[in-house]
């Protein structure tokens, strides 16, 4: 055992059955680590990989992630990796000028492992953060996140389950609400605020949880002459106008919506028989984008996109960076560009019809989701001989096939 090492296990010589009690053993070490004052450092040697047969990495606030840390674990011990955890370095002071240079993502390797995605000061900033923006812990978060920017759907949320744990105190900037389940397999709301500045702020202290899902769910701006107020619109691809991930995605990637989720949210809207299209989500950095139509006439036109809205390419744009599967879910709220613009009379009515069944289907979709087993993943892998035919995450689904037939964007 090479030194320093708490706890160390070769799961291959481990029988199914005593996989878990080691993998709770695994994860208590971490959290003893960090309670010590240091970042706990976990080692993953994994004999199938030919490149990349060495993983490991620090976490800060382990605790946090303890769910995802389980799962993880045991896909890689079904698979024969041998672990090991110790201390790491000690744990930095947030307050030390030394932490910027430590969280800077400018050189980030894109190619590490999810698991390992996020550096300790990262992931200590993050939960830190997002304690202040949403009033509540890192560790009351569930695993499915909805994103609003409405406080109408936080009150429906809530309606809808009572016993919903909110904000420490009155005035945070974006609240959350927690429907907690065991293993972090329950919901939470977060009320973002409007604008793609705070939707990449929630997204990227987001990320270090490692959600299974963020579903934004909003009010959008129709574009088309048949759509109807009340419409909905189910983004299947993004064109970004918010400009506050240029730098860091080129507008060259592309960033589409997470096909399971949005074979869910169609499944769901075809069961209640509601009105609503596919198709692509203009987001704008300009809440009165209108008032410039001129300069993005052309590419509106171009993009044949269904609907303007101000944070849901942003979200997916980060979801894309971080890994986190996304998807959204718009009302058409107006119509400017049809005679219709936001009129307060107006929009008070329609909020007041729409965002009933608006939550309904978010929470509908995360719950079938959580019932799942492949969850929203998508991609797959060469098979391991260990496992014979499945790939290294349990649960990788089979090929899928076609989605339904709905109304395009065409």
Request: charged letters at 25%.
């Amino acid at each position: 055992m090479m030194a320093g090492v708490t706890i160390s296990a070769d799961f291959s010589t481990i029988p199914d059955a005593q996989r878990p009690e080691k993998i709770e053993q695994l994860c208590a070490a971490m959290e003893a680590a960090d309670e010590a004052g240091h970042y706990p450092k976990l080692i993953v040697e994994r004999p199938w990989s030919v490149h990349n047969r060495v993983l490991e990495g620090e976490f800060a606030c382990p605790r946090a992630i303890r769910w995802y840390l389980q799962r993880e674990l045991g896909r890689l011990a079904a698979a024969g990796a041998r672990m090991s955890v110790c201390r790491g370095r000690q744990a930095a002071d947030l307050h030390d000028p030394e932490l910027v240079a430590a969280v800077d993502e400018t050189r980030w390797d894109l190619r590490r492992k999810k698991l390992f995605l996020f550096g300790p000061e990262r992931m200590a900033l993050s939960i830190d953060r997002l304690r202040h923006y949403t009033g509540t812990a890192a560790e009351t978060f569930q695993r499915y996140v909805l994103l609003t920017n409405y406080a109408w759907h936080t009150e429906e949320f809530r309606a809808a389950l009572a016993v919903s744990n909110g904000p420490d105190s009155d005035g945070r900037q974006m609240p959350a609400w927690h429907y907690a389940q065991p293993d972090r397999a329950g919901l939470t709301m977060i009320n973002i605020g409007v604008g793609p500045s705070n939707a990449k702020t929630i997204t990227d202290h987001l990320a270090v949880l490692r959600p299974d899902l963020v579903l934004m769910i909003g009010h959008c701006a129709g574009l088309r002459n048949r759509q109807e107020i009340g419409d909905l619109v189910l983004a299947t691809a993004y064109m970004r106008d918010d400009r506050v991930l240029d730098d860091v995605l080129p507008l060259s990637v592309p960033v589409v919506s997470n096909y399971t989720l949005n074979t869910l949210l169609l499944d769901e809207l075809t069961s209640r028989s509601l009105r609503s299209r596919m198709g692509i989500v203009f987001t704008t950095a300009n809440r009165n984008w209108e008032l410039q139509l001129a300069s993005v006439a052309d590419r509106l036109e171009r993009s044949r996109a269904l609907a303007v809205d101000m944070e849901s390419a942003t979200v997916a744009a980060n979801g894309f960076r971080y890994r986190i599967p996304t998807a959204t879910l718009l009302a058409v709220s107006d119509k400017p560009l049809h005679g219709h613009p936001k009129q307060s009379a107006d929009a008070q009515g329609f909020y007041e019809v729409t965002r009933r069944h608006h939550v309904e289907i978010a929470i509908a979709v995360a719950e079938k989701v959580r019932q799942t087993p492949a969850g929203t993943t998508s991609r797959s892998r060469s098979p391991s001989p260990r496992r014979s035919g499945r790939c290294i995450r349990a649960g990788c689904p089979p090929p899928t096939s076609a989605p339904p037939t709905s109304r395009c964007s065409a």
